[in-house]
């Protein structure tokens, strides 16, 4: 479109036989780093490379190949990212790597009703304009591609799978003593807490995070059933959003499961997920207890027919929770941001969101080992939390702290950005 211009302003004053005008087709990312690991990139020869332009190179790309035929160009792909949320995270997530310095940082933002990614972000990240300057750990795509024992925010599910099952004896209150023992064969089995808790009911569990009474009640819960709420949430799949990497969250089968392992599942250790499972997951903890299938791609549109050739619809994976489950976790999740509760740090004034915050020590394969001291720092939030239209999870992988401390305030961040953005409205 801005050839013609430019000719016409050069014979204007004489210079075409000065000037050499080539007409070349290239991509260009005006949005630089944003979303960068999403798109990917293309090589010199116009061909995908990472990312959307790879996955979807065959709608993306002009075919033939230019100068052999007559240009028949690209469809038109259209994302759920909404750019202004994308920069709000993207903002959150550089001002923790310049806090903490941590490995990597994941980030994403979900619409709670529909399953739509609307941001995603992955630290340390690359501007696709220069990719030959990046490096593989700037490219890689954490937030999906990245698989990790969740830790705390992993009750939340946990809690929802013990509910469904309704064995547990959840009216009978748990008194945390700092730490909870029981037995297995000839051994004892000691589950540590980060402090005494006292008397903690499910909603407690949550606010305070308190790893000895979820233990309990799944130790209650016949573990087939608490297994295969688990694999309904997802945490055994793969999701395809139209990205390359699809990995698949893994849980053994309980048939594998040691004396301990459905006490440690319980507070989110001996199983690994992405950041995209896990924010997937938290659609099912809405009013209506339905799982949705996340999507990026929003619509694909043939650029010379204007028809659609592909449109996102609303997909209900299953439904999984009634709505008194769902809303007794909800609850939990608000109280943990009152002042007793680990996600204190998240509050915004006038607006009532839910979170879990978590802490997880990372297993070493090469000590055997979770004491090295490498964790994962995360929050999930929900907002607003009695209504849910939106799901913020950051997760913080290397940065020597606590998820309270290093997520839950990014999160706090990111509500007061949608609410400034008109997205969200205050709720008192």
């Known amino acids: 479109d801005q050839v013609e211009p430019l000719l016409a302003a050069l014979a204007k004053y004489n210079l075409l036989d000065s000037v050499n005008v080539e007409k070349r087709i290239g991509r260009t990312y005006p949005s630089l780093f944003h979303a960068a690991q999403i798109l990917g990139f293309t090589n010199a020869e116009g061909e995908g490379i990472e990312g959307l332009e790879y996955a979807l190179e065959k709608q993306l790309n002009p075919y033939p190949r230019v100068g052999e035929e007559q240009i028949t160009y690209g469809n038109d792909v259209y994302l759920t990212l909404d750019m202004d949320i994308q920069y709000a995270l993207d903002v959150q997530l550089q001002e923790i790597a310049n806090l903490y310095d941590p490995n990597i940082i994941m980030g994403i933002i979900m619409d709670a009703k529909t399953g739509d990614i609307l941001a995603l972000g992955s630290y340390p990240w690359y501007d696709p304009n220069a990719f030959s300057r990046s490096n593989p750990r700037q490219r890689t795509n954490n937030t999906i591609s990245t698989l990790l024992e969740p830790g705390s925010v992993f009750k939340l599910f946990s809690l929802a799978s013990v509910l469904k099952a309704g064995e547990a004896k959840l009216d009978e209150s748990f008194e945390c003593t700092g730490s909870y023992s029981f037995q297995a064969g000839n051994s004892t089995v000691t589950i540590n807490c980060s402090t005494a808790h006292g008397t903690v009911d499910p909603q407690m569990m949550i606010a305070k995070s308190c790893n000895g009474a979820i233990a309990h009640w799944a130790r209650q819960t016949d573990e087939e059933a608490f297994y295969q709420t688990l694999v309904d949430l997802g945490?055994?799949?793969?999701?395809?959003?139209?990205?390359?990497?699809?990995?698949?969250?893994?849980?053994?089968?309980?048939?594998?499961?040691?004396?301990?392992?459905?006490?440690?599942?319980?507070?989110?250790?001996?199983?690994?997920?992405?950041?995209?499972?896990?924010?997937?997951?938290?659609?099912?903890?809405?009013?209506?207890?339905?799982?949705?299938?996340?999507?990026?791609?929003?619509?694909?549109?043939?650029?010379?027919?204007?028809?659609?050739?592909?449109?996102?619809?609303?997909?209900?994976?299953?439904?999984?929770?009634?709505?008194?489950?769902?809303?007794?976790?909800?609850?939990?999740?608000?109280?943990?941001?009152?002042?007793?509760?680990?996600?204190?740090?998240?509050?915004?004034?006038?607006?009532?969101?839910?979170?879990?915050?978590?802490?997880?020590?990372?297993?070493?394969?090469?000590?055997?080992?979770?004491?090295?001291?490498?964790?994962?720092?995360?929050?999930?939030?929900?907002?607003?939390?009695?209504?849910?239209?939106?799901?913020?999870?950051?997760?913080?992988?290397?940065?020597?702290?606590?998820?309270?401390?290093?997520?839950?305030?990014?999160?706090?961040?990111?509500?007061?950005?949608?609410?400034?953005?008109?997205?969200?409205?205050?709720?008192?």
């Open 235 to 428: 945490f055994t799949r793969s999701w395809d959003i139209g990205l390359p990497s699809r990995p698949r969250a893994q849980i053994a089968d309980p048939s594998t499961w040691s004396a301990r392992s459905k006490a440690t599942i319980a507070f989110g250790q001996e199983l690994l997920a992405t950041s995209l499972h896990l924010a997937t997951a938290a659609t099912a903890l809405g009013i209506d207890g339905d799982l949705l299938q996340p999507h990026l791609i929003l619509r694909i549109i043939d650029a010379s027919t204007g028809t659609i050739v592909k449109q996102r619809e609303k997909e209900v994976v299953a439904h999984l929770f009634d709505r008194a489950d769902t809303a007794l976790i909800r609850k939990g999740m608000h109280k943990a941001t009152s002042d007793e509760g680990t996600g204190y740090k998240a509050r915004v004034n006038d607006f009532e969101i839910g979170i879990k915050t978590g802490t997880a020590q990372l297993f070493n394969p090469e000590k055997n080992s979770y004491s090295d001291g490498s964790t994962l720092a995360s929050s999930l939030a929900l907002a607003p939390i009695e209504d849910p239209a939106y799901i913020i999870y950051i997760g913080v992988e290397g940065g020597r702290g606590w998820g309270a401390d290093l997520a839950a305030p990014g999160i706090g961040n990111l509500v007061q950005a949608l609410i400034s953005q008109g997205k969200l409205r205050k709720t008192r």
